[in-house]
């Protein structure tokens, strides 16, 4: 089966620095990566995600990079700010079957004001 | 509305119990989904109905229970749960399956 490995496990930034997150997978079929951000007491909101046939995709200050050679894809995030403070799990799944998805272990990411 | 809604937000019960949890979506999402997240760690996927019809069981023990009244409505009936099952339940939907959108939770204490 699939295996998602994320790092770092927690990533501490001032405010206005970029923050990186990588995730590698081991499945060379899997063709749909997500991203998710769980804030304390909620569950996890999907923030951008990225499938296959792309390489790079873009919302604001969010951004998804995918090599499909290497099997590995980061989420960054530019321009941090104290509410990107939070849990983000990436994951990986194969065609249309995204509540089968794989996910990573977690990256808690700390914004200092 | 693009809310998942996950009733009660918390739940503390006795290994004797059965309660359950409520979930419902007005999104029109065809897929629908039950999580466990234990703490520090990501979702682990339970149950998934599709269409209303149970489409995936990940070997979930019989003492939870999954229901799909209809295709806005989820349940998970909850039955002689052990202190070990004390976990967030998340509950989700899609569209096209490829999407998830989650709800806030019911944080679950089993004593």
């Known amino acids: 089966g699939e295996n998602v490995e994320q790092h770092p496990s927690t990533l501490s930034v001032q405010e206005g620095d970029s923050a990186v997150i990588k995730c590698t997978y081991s499945?060379?079929?899997?063709?749909?990566f997500p991203w998710y951000k769980q804030e304390l007491g909620k569950g996890p909101q999907l923030i951008i995600d990225?499938?296959?046939?792309?390489g790079e995709k873009k919302d604001q200050r969010i951004a998804v990079t995918l090599n499909k050679t290497a099997k590995h894809f980061s989420l960054h995030i530019t321009e941090t700010q104290p509410e990107d403070s939070a849990v983000y799990f990436c994951?990986?799944?194969?065609?249309?079957?995204?509540?089968?998805?794989?996910f990573g272990d977690g990256t808690t990411l700390t914004v200092k004001p | 509305d693009t809310e998942v809604t996950q009733t009660p937000k918390h739940l503390v019960m006795g290994m004797t119990n059965k309660k359950s949890l409520k979930c419902e979506q007005h999104m029109g999402h065809r897929a629908m989904y039950w999580y466990k997240q234990k703490a520090k760690k990501p979702p682990e996927l339970m149950f998934v109905y599709s269409y209303e019809k149970l489409s995936i069981n990940e070997s979930v023990p019989s003492r939870f229970s999954p229901e799909c009244p209809n295709s806005s409505l989820l349940n998970l009936h909850l039955h002689a749960l052990q202190p070990e099952d004390s976990a967030l339940y998340l509950c989700a939907s899609s569209q096209d399956s490829w999407k998830l959108f989650f709800g806030s939770g019911t944080q679950l204490s089993v004593l």
């Open positions: 990225i499938r296959s046939n792309v």
């Open positions: 994951a990986a799944t194969f065609n249309t079957n995204a509540g089968k998805s794989t």
């Open positions: 499945d060379s079929a899997s063709n749909y």
